[in-house]
């Protein structure tokens, strides 16, 4: 059974501090590698990819990828108050166009 | 990013009646669409996948006579909720798949939040 696992938190960071989400993955056969931002009530929006081992950086976001070590985080730099929300880690197998969700981690940044 | 929407944002219906949430992607064409529910803090659980032209395949679990989905064009899928129960209150969620040449994601629409009495 494909999981994907992520400490639920809370995570609680000052602002201006950087956050540090975590995640791990069982499937082996995993290819593709999605952070997701959901606020209260909404939906999820997507934060950032990445597909190969290292890092990707998009402004204060780095999402980084150890395939080895079936392991992929997220990073906010310089984090704000508006950053506060639950992160939703998602991996993508190559046979199937499913997305396997973790339960989340609720993220909150203390003005 | 790509743009999907949903339709109604919010809904809520007497037990046993039927509900219909459409999802269309806008700006791309979308040729996988996806359905979740989620319910309150918990993650979203895949109900079935919709492709266009050909019948949906829906999760173990979930009941395919009840939660009819309909995909007829390339930007429009459909989920109807057949007579609904207030255990089917939850909050809806459609994403389209969107294929490129750095590889392919899936973007969500806003949702609906669906209340049976």
């Known amino acids: 059974q494909k999981e994907v696992e992520q400490n639920s938190g809370p995570l609680s960071v000052p602002e201006g501090a950087i956050a540090s989400l975590n995640c791990t993955y069982s499937?082996?056969?995993?290819?593709?590698f999605f952070w997701y931002r959901q606020y209260s009530g909404k939906s999820p929006e997507l934060i950032m990819s990445?597909?190969?081992?290292g890092d990707k950086e998009d402004g204060r976001f780095t999402a980084q990828l150890n395939k080895a070590s079936q392991y992929v985080s997220l990073l906010i730099r310089d984090s704000q108050p508006s950053d506060s929300a639950t992160y939703l880690c998602?991996?993508?197998?190559?046979?199937?166009?499913?997305?396997?969700f973790g339960k989340g981690t609720l993220l909150t940044v203390n003005p | 990013g790509a743009v999907v929407s949903q339709h109604p944002s919010r809904v809520i219906c007497k037990s046993g009646t039927s509900v219909k949430i459409e999802c269309r992607s806008l700006?791309?064409?979308?040729?996988?669409m996806f359905w979740y529910r989620q319910f309150p803090k918990q993650s979203l659980m895949l109900m079935a996948t919709?492709?266009?032209?050909?019948?949906?395949?829906?999760e173990q679990g979930v009941e395919k006579d009840k939660f009819l989905i309909n995909h007829a064009s390339l930007t429009l899928s459909t989920l109807t909720v057949t007579s609904a129960h207030p255990e089917d209150s939850s909050f809806y969620i459609c994403?389209?798949?969107?294929?490129?040449?750095?590889?392919?994601?899936?973007?969500f629409g806003p949702g609906t939040r669906l209340l049976v009495l």
């Open positions: 998602a991996t993508r197998g190559g046979s199937n166009y499913k997305l396997t």
């Open positions: 499937d082996r056969g995993s290819q593709s």
């Open positions: 990445i597909y190969s081992n």
């Open positions: 700006d791309f064409q979308a040729t996988t």
């Open positions: 919709s492709n266009e032209g050909s019948k949906a395949t829906y």
């Open positions: 994403s389209a798949r969107r294929t490129s040449g750095t590889g392919e994601t899936q973007y």
